[in-house]
């Protein structure tokens, strides 16, 4: 399984990316179980959003609700994370995961730090 984050990059306050994951060797529809995570410098790895592969259910962290939406554009076999309404509190590596597992409508997040495939990460900064 490889998966290949992309889209990174500088973004000014307030200000909008959307990050990609593109996957081989593994399907990422719905019975897949997807997400993004990210890291800070000198910071543990930490959630941001995954969907769950039995109900199909996005999850957020409250930092990000109502800013980021992940998506899935099954053609294509990539996720996605669109993120708006930037700010510095968003610098971090973001990588996504991903496992090919019913969930049973338990913690996405769970799942994939447990059992996930790892990107490499593609670098966010947000500053003015």
Known sequence: ???VESGGGLAQPGGSLRLSCAASELTLDGDTIVGWFKQ???KERER????????GTAYYVESV?????ISRDNAKNTLYL???????????VYYCAAIRIPDYG???????EEYGSW?????VTVSS
């Not at 941001?48 to 109900?55: A, D, K, M």
């Not at 990107?119 to 670098?123: H, S, V």
């Open 1 to 3: 399984v490889q998966l």
């Open 106 to 112: 338990l913690d996405c997040f769970e799942f994939l």
């Open 82 to 92: 669109q993120m708006n309404s930037l700010k510095a509190e968003d610098t971090a």
């Open 65 to 69: 609700k109502g800013r980021f939406t």
């Open 40 to 42: 800070a410098p000198g």
């Open 119 to 123: 990107g490499q990460g593609t670098q």
């Open 48 to 55: 941001v959003s995954c969907i769950g592969s039995t109900e």
